[in-house]
Protein backbone atom coordinates (compact mmCIF):
# COMPACT_ATOMS: atom_id res chain seq x y z
CA UNK A 1 0.00 0.00 0.00
CA UNK A 2 1.37 3.66 -0.57
CA UNK A 3 2.67 4.90 2.50
CA UNK A 4 5.44 7.57 3.55
CA UNK A 5 7.78 6.48 6.59
CA UNK A 6 9.36 9.27 8.25
CA UNK A 7 12.78 8.55 10.78
CA UNK A 8 12.63 8.40 14.09
CA UNK A 9 13.05 11.34 16.89
CA UNK A 10 15.41 13.82 17.41
CA UNK A 11 16.76 15.84 20.45
CA UNK A 12 19.10 18.19 19.81
CA UNK A 13 21.21 21.53 20.82
CA UNK A 14 20.28 25.22 19.92
CA UNK A 15 22.21 25.55 16.64
CA UNK A 16 22.60 22.27 15.48
CA UNK A 17 21.15 20.85 12.29
CA UNK A 18 18.77 18.20 11.50
CA UNK A 19 18.10 15.88 8.47
CA UNK A 20 14.55 14.31 8.83
CA UNK A 21 13.99 11.18 6.11
CA UNK A 22 10.53 10.45 4.62
CA UNK A 23 10.91 6.88 2.69
CA UNK A 24 7.78 6.32 0.01
CA UNK A 25 6.49 2.89 -0.86
CA UNK A 26 3.63 2.01 -2.81
CA UNK A 27 3.89 4.19 -5.78
CA UNK A 28 6.30 5.68 -8.37
CA UNK A 29 8.32 8.11 -6.92
CA UNK A 30 9.29 10.37 -9.20
CA UNK A 31 5.94 10.80 -9.81
CA UNK A 32 4.69 12.84 -7.19
CA UNK A 33 5.87 16.14 -5.26
CA UNK A 34 6.30 16.13 -1.84
CA UNK A 35 5.89 18.48 0.60
CA UNK A 36 7.11 19.41 4.12
CA UNK A 37 4.48 20.39 6.89
CA UNK A 38 5.70 21.22 10.07
CA UNK A 39 3.48 21.98 13.68
CA UNK A 40 4.65 22.93 16.72
CA UNK A 41 3.17 21.80 20.35
CA UNK A 42 -0.52 22.45 20.16
CA UNK A 43 -0.30 24.93 17.16
CA UNK A 44 -1.45 24.90 13.61
CA UNK A 45 -0.17 23.02 10.52
CA UNK A 46 3.01 25.64 8.82
CA UNK A 47 3.76 25.16 5.04
CA UNK A 48 8.01 24.58 4.56
CA UNK A 49 8.68 23.48 1.23
CA UNK A 50 8.28 21.55 -1.55
CA UNK A 51 10.49 19.48 -3.49
CA UNK A 52 10.01 17.60 -7.10
CA UNK A 53 11.56 14.13 -6.51
CA UNK A 54 12.01 13.80 -10.43
CA UNK A 55 14.43 16.83 -10.94
CA UNK A 56 15.02 18.01 -7.28
CA UNK A 57 13.65 21.32 -7.95
CA UNK A 58 12.74 22.78 -4.96
CA UNK A 59 10.57 26.08 -3.23
CA UNK A 60 11.03 26.48 0.14
CA UNK A 61 8.75 28.87 2.15
CA UNK A 62 10.36 32.38 3.29
CA UNK A 63 10.62 32.12 7.11
CA UNK A 64 12.69 29.43 6.51
CA UNK A 65 15.24 30.39 3.49
CA UNK A 66 18.70 30.26 4.31
CA UNK A 67 18.01 27.20 6.72
CA UNK A 68 15.89 24.64 5.23
CA UNK A 69 17.22 21.89 2.81
CA UNK A 70 15.26 19.28 0.85
CA UNK A 71 17.08 16.95 -1.26
CA UNK A 72 15.70 13.30 -2.68
CA UNK A 73 17.51 9.95 -3.16
CA UNK A 74 15.48 8.23 -5.99
CA UNK A 75 17.64 4.72 -5.59
CA UNK A 76 15.85 4.72 -2.19
CA UNK A 77 12.99 6.40 -2.91
CA UNK A 78 13.33 8.63 -0.12
CA UNK A 79 13.11 12.69 0.38
CA UNK A 80 15.14 14.63 2.96
CA UNK A 81 14.59 18.08 4.83
CA UNK A 82 17.31 19.77 6.72
CA UNK A 83 16.94 22.35 8.86
CA UNK A 84 20.12 24.29 10.28
CA UNK A 85 20.90 26.66 12.99
CA UNK A 86 18.01 24.93 15.19
CA UNK A 87 16.42 27.35 18.48
CA UNK A 88 13.92 26.40 20.66
CA UNK A 89 11.08 27.33 18.44
CA UNK A 90 11.81 24.59 16.29
CA UNK A 91 10.31 21.89 18.19
CA UNK A 92 7.52 20.21 16.40
CA UNK A 93 6.25 17.14 14.62
CA UNK A 94 7.71 17.39 11.42
CA UNK A 95 5.46 15.79 8.39
CA UNK A 96 6.25 14.71 4.99
CA UNK A 97 2.97 15.02 2.63
CA UNK A 98 2.82 13.91 -1.32
CA UNK A 99 1.06 15.76 -3.54
CA UNK A 100 0.51 14.82 -7.53
CA UNK A 101 0.90 18.10 -9.06
CA UNK A 102 1.70 21.44 -7.43
CA UNK A 103 -2.08 21.77 -7.68
CA UNK A 104 -3.13 18.81 -5.39
CA UNK A 105 -4.07 18.04 -2.00
CA UNK A 106 -1.37 16.42 0.46
CA UNK A 107 -3.24 12.91 0.07
CA UNK A 108 -1.17 10.56 1.94
CA UNK A 109 1.08 11.91 5.05
CA UNK A 110 3.86 10.47 6.69
CA UNK A 111 3.35 9.48 10.46
CA UNK A 112 5.62 12.52 11.97
CA UNK A 113 8.84 13.27 13.13
CA UNK A 114 8.98 14.69 16.59
CA UNK A 115 12.18 17.25 16.78
CA UNK A 116 12.72 18.77 20.48
CA UNK A 117 15.35 21.61 20.42
CA UNK A 118 16.94 21.86 24.22
CA UNK A 119 19.36 22.58 25.61
CA UNK B 1 1.05 35.02 1.34
CA UNK B 2 -2.49 33.89 1.11
CA UNK B 3 -3.71 34.49 5.25
CA UNK B 4 -6.80 31.82 5.76
CA UNK B 5 -9.03 32.50 8.90
CA UNK B 6 -11.22 29.85 10.28
CA UNK B 7 -14.45 30.18 12.26
CA UNK B 8 -15.06 29.19 15.06
CA UNK B 9 -12.07 27.83 16.77
CA UNK B 10 -13.60 26.00 18.78
CA UNK B 11 -17.08 24.20 18.12
CA UNK B 12 -19.02 22.09 21.14
CA UNK B 13 -21.51 19.56 19.87
CA UNK B 14 -23.35 16.50 20.49
CA UNK B 15 -23.72 13.19 18.06
CA UNK B 16 -25.80 13.37 15.66
CA UNK B 17 -25.97 17.23 15.40
CA UNK B 18 -25.06 19.11 12.05
CA UNK B 19 -21.74 20.82 12.37
CA UNK B 20 -20.91 23.76 9.53
CA UNK B 21 -17.04 25.26 9.69
CA UNK B 22 -16.34 28.32 8.25
CA UNK B 23 -13.32 29.20 6.39
CA UNK B 24 -12.25 32.98 4.67
CA UNK B 25 -9.56 33.10 2.28
CA UNK B 26 -7.65 37.14 2.28
CA UNK B 27 -7.64 36.70 -1.94
CA UNK B 28 -9.33 34.35 -4.53
CA UNK B 29 -8.34 31.07 -4.39
CA UNK B 30 -11.12 29.83 -6.88
CA UNK B 31 -11.94 25.93 -5.40
CA UNK B 32 -8.05 25.55 -4.65
CA UNK B 33 -9.15 24.54 -0.89
CA UNK B 34 -8.59 21.38 0.66
CA UNK B 35 -10.17 20.03 4.55
CA UNK B 36 -8.34 18.12 6.45
CA UNK B 37 -8.84 16.01 10.15
CA UNK B 38 -6.51 15.62 12.58
CA UNK B 39 -6.58 13.64 15.61
CA UNK B 40 -4.33 13.78 18.94
CA UNK B 41 -0.84 12.29 17.83
CA UNK B 42 -1.94 11.72 14.47
CA UNK B 43 -1.31 13.32 11.18
CA UNK B 44 -4.13 14.95 9.17
CA UNK B 45 -6.10 13.08 7.28
CA UNK B 46 -7.48 14.59 3.44
CA UNK B 47 -11.77 14.97 3.64
CA UNK B 48 -12.13 17.13 0.93
CA UNK B 49 -10.10 18.53 -1.93
CA UNK B 50 -11.28 20.92 -4.73
CA UNK B 51 -13.14 22.78 -1.97
CA UNK B 52 -16.73 20.44 -2.46
CA UNK B 53 -14.89 16.55 -3.65
CA UNK B 54 -15.18 14.17 -1.10
CA UNK B 55 -11.91 11.86 -0.78
CA UNK B 56 -11.91 8.53 -1.29
CA UNK B 57 -12.82 6.80 1.52
CA UNK B 58 -14.10 9.69 3.46
CA UNK B 59 -18.09 8.99 4.98
CA UNK B 60 -20.43 10.89 2.85
CA UNK B 61 -21.74 13.15 5.74
CA UNK B 62 -18.88 15.42 4.83
CA UNK B 63 -19.29 17.84 2.57
CA UNK B 64 -17.45 20.81 1.65
CA UNK B 65 -18.94 24.24 -0.32
CA UNK B 66 -17.75 27.40 -1.42
CA UNK B 67 -15.23 29.06 -4.29
CA UNK B 68 -13.45 32.19 -4.49
CA UNK B 69 -12.70 33.23 -0.49
CA UNK B 70 -15.95 31.69 1.07
CA UNK B 71 -15.66 28.06 2.45
CA UNK B 72 -17.85 25.82 4.38
CA UNK B 73 -17.21 22.32 5.93
CA UNK B 74 -20.20 20.50 6.80
CA UNK B 75 -20.76 17.45 8.81
CA UNK B 76 -24.66 16.35 8.38
CA UNK B 77 -24.69 14.14 11.58
CA UNK B 78 -21.72 14.21 13.65
CA UNK B 79 -20.30 10.86 15.09
CA UNK B 80 -18.28 9.65 18.01
CA UNK B 81 -15.03 9.11 15.54
CA UNK B 82 -15.62 12.99 14.32
CA UNK B 83 -14.30 14.53 17.50
CA UNK B 84 -11.05 16.29 15.93
CA UNK B 85 -9.39 19.58 14.69
CA UNK B 86 -9.97 20.25 11.23
CA UNK B 87 -8.30 22.40 9.63
CA UNK B 88 -8.92 24.17 5.58
CA UNK B 89 -5.61 24.72 2.99
CA UNK B 90 -5.51 27.33 -0.05
CA UNK B 91 -3.48 25.47 -2.65
CA UNK B 92 -4.00 28.35 -5.17
CA UNK B 93 -0.55 29.48 -5.18
CA UNK B 94 3.19 28.83 -4.40
CA UNK B 95 3.19 29.30 -0.35
CA UNK B 96 0.52 26.84 0.71
CA UNK B 97 -1.00 27.86 4.04
CA UNK B 98 -3.82 26.27 6.70
CA UNK B 99 -6.22 27.92 8.28
CA UNK B 100 -5.74 28.01 12.30
CA UNK B 101 -7.63 24.71 12.83
CA UNK B 102 -11.41 24.24 14.47
CA UNK B 103 -11.46 22.34 16.93
CA UNK B 104 -14.83 19.71 17.73
CA UNK B 105 -15.02 18.82 20.93
CA UNK B 106 -17.98 16.88 22.58
CA UNK B 107 -20.86 19.38 24.49
Known amino acids: QVQLVQSGAEVKKPGASVKVSCKAS????????MHWVRQAPGQGLEWMGI????????SYAQKFQGRVTMTRDTSTSTVYMELSSLRSEDTAVYYCARVLTDRDAFDIWGQGTMVTVSS | DIQMTQSPSTLSASVGDRVTITCRASQSISSWLAWYQQKPGKAPKLLIYKASSLESGVPSRFSGSGSGTEFTLTISSLQPDDFATYYCQQYNSYGWTFGQGTKVEIK
Open chain 1, 51 to 58: INPSGGST
Open chain 1, 26 to 33: GYTFTSYY
